[in-house]
């Protein structure tokens, strides 16, 4: 009789653990399935939201708006360090390539790739910030040509529009020629 009812344990154990196994594989299978959804519709999301952002910056307004944002923070972080100058909004060009800046006007010396011109025409002053190092790099003078406007703003018209960037160093560099 012991045989016969180890027999039936023995046999029945299997028997039993395939419906556990079955549902185990159910829920993980559900999981699974649930996080691949979760990270698809987290996916979604961010494409989304940034393919909108891109949307927003083809808008002039939008732009004008976002870049009058990043010229009042770098105005507020720079007049923590150095009296600016009242009145005027300044135009702001991004060093791109500081060794030819450098080459052409020593002016530019300390600058490195990415800092920061600040150019106020009525005050005739030009500021060299370096936002990754927190410190004022240089203040220089700027020479009004003969028509009354910055001569800087003259030649980086047609490569800055966005008052944010310049195209080159070389043309911001000659912004601030004595």
Same mark, same amino acid.
């Given at each position: 009789?012991?045989? $016969? ?14 419906? &556990? ?11 699974? @399935?649930? $996080? ?13 939201? #940034? &393919? ?6 083809? &808008?002039?307004?939008? #732009? ?12 507020? !972080?720079?007049? #923590? ?31 490195? &790739? ?11 002053? *030009?500021?060299?910030? =370096?936002?990754?190092? +927190?410190?004022?790099? +240089? ?9 009354? @406007?910055? =001569? *800087?703003?003259?030649?980086? +018209?047609?490569?800055?529009? !966005?008052?944010?960037? *310049? #195209?080159? @160093?070389?043309?911001?560099?000659? !912004?601030? =020629?004595?």
């Amino acid at each position: 009789m012991k045989n $016969i009812e180890q027999t039936e344990s023995i046999t029945a154990g299997p028997a039993q653990a395939q419906p &556990n196994q079955k549902k185990k594989s159910r829920r993980g299978k559900g999981l699974l @399935t649930f $996080i691949l959804l979760v990270a698809v519709v987290a996916l979604g999301w961010g494409y989304y939201t #940034k &393919n909108q952002e891109v949307e927003a910056l083809k &808008n002039p307004e939008v #732009k004008a708006a976002m870049e009058q944002k990043e010229i009042e923070g770098l105005v507020a !972080t720079i007049s #923590k360090i150095i009296l600016l100058p009242t009145g005027e909004t300044p135009q702001v060009l991004t060093i791109n390539d500081a060794a030819a800046a450098i080459k052409q006007q020593a002016a530019f010396a300390g600058s490195v &790739n990415g800092d920061k011109v600040l150019i106020y025409s009525k005050a005739s002053k *030009a500021f060299i910030y =370096s936002p990754s190092r +927190n410190i004022i790099v +240089n203040v220089l003078p700027v020479t009004l040509s003969n028509d009354n @406007t910055n =001569s *800087a703003s003259a030649q980086n +018209n047609t490569s800055s529009q !966005t008052n944010t960037e *310049a #195209k080159s @160093t070389s043309k911001s560099s000659s !912004t601030t =020629s004595n």
